[in-house]
């Protein structure tokens, strides 16, 4: 059993994506909140859930932290009432930049795919490792880490691509006012099965792809990969 408890997926959806569409879509009119109350409201809920993953690990967690970051930025484009074309470079700028440092890392001795995927919370990296020494494929291993760090960024790179062109068709009012809310309501909902989804397939296929090259490597099933087959053995 671990320390805390894994979060709700159904509830995450209704917190950070359902429920502040909602406000945004249904409680901006003049007669209802108003735009800016309806704002503040819309967002407090992905930042207090933010927050609230944040404490509950107990240390920084730098996508969760750019999560928030990005959440205090919509507000501040729509509170001030800044240009929208702010709102759609922002959009692209969070992805994009865990892209830049993706493949940057690929340079370094410590890439990034390592954290987000070839890690000891997904794989037995220490069986991995051991049997790829025995054998001698270490340094195979190595140029296909290197390959799946370039499809990695190539994931956030679509989603940067896909967050942009998206936030300039959809949201085309002024910010600040309750059609600006509105649009931004139906770019949080359309961006989950339009952008979310399709890129979280995508990292799932450079899992595979590691995983698969691992087992070429070492011989290991996909199971005895898998860091949670550790509490089934003996």
Do not use: C
């Amino acid at each position: 059993m671990t320390d805390t408890a894994k979060p709700n997926t159904l509830i995450e959806l209704l917190v950070t994506l359902i429920i502040p569409s909602l406000i945004l879509m249904k409680l901006s009119g003049p007669e209802d909140m108003g735009a800016v109350n309806a704002l503040l409201l819309a967002l407090a809920f992905p930042l207090a859930w933010g927050a609230r993953d944040l404490l509950a690990q107990r240390k920084l967690n730098l996508f969760a932290a750019l999560g928030l970051v990005s959440i205090l930025l919509t507000g501040g484009i729509g509170l001030l009432q800044l240009d929208t074309q702010w709102l759609a470079v922002k959009e692209a700028a969070v992805p994009g930049l865990i892209g830049v440092a993706v493949v940057v890392s690929a340079r370094t001795r410590y890439p990034l795919v390592k954290t987000l995927l070839y890690n000891p919370a997904l794989l037995d990296v220490a069986r991995v490792r051991e049997r790829l020494e025995a054998r001698g494929a270490v340094p195979v291993f190595e140029a296909r880490l290197q390959a799946a760090t370039w499809m990695l960024g190539g994931t956030f790179f679509f989603s940067a691509t896909m967050n942009y062109f998206m936030a300039t068709w959809i949201v085309v009012s002024p910010a600040g006012s309750a059609a600006f809310n509105e649009e931004l309501g139906q770019l949080t909902l359309t961006s989950y099965p339009a952008i979310a989804l399709p890129s979280s397939a995508m990292m799932l296929f450079v899992l595979y792809y590691l995983a698969r090259g691992i087992h070429e490597l070492t011989g290991l099933k996909l199971t005895e990969l898998l860091t949670s087959s550790k509490v089934h053995q003996p």
